[in-house]
Each structure stands twice: as C-alpha cells, then as structure tokens.
C-alpha cells in the first residue's frame, strides 16, 4: 500500500463549479496534513495545512480530515480556470518534523471555461 | 522578503561526475528541506537540516548528501551520477522544524547524459 494515494486524473469541472480532490493515507500515527498546488513548470506553493479532524476554510478552499478513516480532502468551490493545476497532498512522517513530508502524486485539475 | 533561491536553475552533468546544488532559504528561516521530483516517484523527501544538523533523511542512497552553513544556506551533493537522478531537486524553507508553513524555491533541474 502507497503511503499516501491521490487519484491522479485528470479531474475535470466546468467554472463555477465545485472541485473535489481526495487523498488517503497509510500511517495512523501522521499529525499534520498539507495541501500544496502546482502549476506546470513551477514549484509547489502551500495552500492549506490541517491537523485536527472536521472541517477548515479559507477563501474557496476548504479542507476535511477524518483521522479514522485515514481520508483527506481538498474542496475548491467557485472554481475557475486560474485553478487548474496539479494538487498534491502531502502527509508528515509518525513522529517527524514538518520539513519530513510524504507526498502523493498528486490530481491534475483542469477547469474548463 | 526574498522568497527561496536555488543554484544554479539548470544543469546538465554526464554519468559518474559529481553535482553541488545550492539553496538560500528565505530570510530568518533555518529549516531546509531537499526534496527530488521525478514523473515517475513524484516527490520524495532526501533530507532535512536545522541549525547546521541533519534532523532527518530519506530513503536515498549514500551518493546522496547534504550540509547546512551557520547562515542557514544548504548544499546536497550527489556522486557518481546514474541516469536515474535526472530530476528536479526542489529545496524548501520553513522558520524551524515544527513550523507547518514550508515554501519551495523554483528548483535545479538536473539532467544526467
């Protein structure tokens, strides 16, 4: 089993719609939960960080943990094209530091004008 | 504030040579992370310095290693290039080990002939 599993798409939606972008993880003892988003060509930029179960907003994107189902997930809502890139999740190590993460490989979003 | 710096941006080495790739993190920042970035693995994590010590490491292969300086600015070095370690080597910044916020330079992309 994958550490940790993204479908890698593509995910397609239209503007205006809202994105859903899921991801799983196979270590029980990980703490934080980390969201980044990366255009083609560029480097990974921070989106949203969580590390307590339920849900956190910020903007348009909101992000859900549920610890006992081992489950993470990134909601985009209003999305527009500006949006489409490649989402990664990324998972600290049981016991690491948060320089120490572990990614998927991430879904590629494409949202169509 | 400057955001993270990597040198030199692109880089074309031949099997069995050595490579040094340079990170300045962001101002005030003393935790650096490495990570390589294939299409194939997605990100890995290759290791992580704070305050000039290596906190953790990744699954690579001893032909893989890193320092950190006392102004916080790290090298990785890698000998005896395979083909296997074209890649984007991505360095991140983040104020200490236990800070959630970690921001990414714009990466050397490494490519072995």
């Known amino acids: 089993q994958k550490e940790v599993e993204q479908n890698s798409g593509p995910l397609s939606v239209p503007e205006g719609a809202i994105a859903s972008l899921n991801c799983t993880y196979s270590?029980?003892?990980?703490?934080?939960f980390f969201w980044y988003r990366q255009y083609s060509g560029k480097s990974p930029e921070l989106i949203m960080f969580?590390?307590?179960?339920g849900d956190k907003e910020d903007g348009r994107f909101t992000a859900q943990l549920n610890k006992a189902s081992q489950y993470v997930s990134l909601l985009i809502r209003d999305s527009q094209p500006s949006d489409s890139a490649t989402y990664l999740c990324a998972v600290n190590r049981h016991g690491g530091s948060q320089g120490n993460l572990i990614f998927g490989k991430g879904t590629k979003l494409s949202v169509k004008p | 504030k400057a955001g993270v710096t990597q040198t030199p941006r692109y880089l074309i080495k031949t099997r069995g040579q050595q490579v040094t790739l340079s990170c300045s993190p962001i101002s005030g920042h003393r935790s650096v992370s490495w990570y390589q970035q294939t299409p194939g693995q997605g990100l890995q994590f290759l290791f992580e310095y704070f305050s000039e010590t290596q906190r953790n490491k990744g699954n690579f292969p001893g032909r893989f290693s890193g320092r950190q300086f006392s102004n916080s600015r790290s090298e990785m070095n890698v000998s005896t290039l395979e083909l296997g370690d074209s890649a984007l080597y991505l360095c991140a910044s983040s104020p200490a080990t236990d800070s959630y916020e970690q921001y990414f330079g714009p990466g050397t992309r490494l490519t072995v002939t």
């Open positions: 969580i590390y307590s179960n």
């Open positions: 270590d029980r003892g990980s703490q934080s």
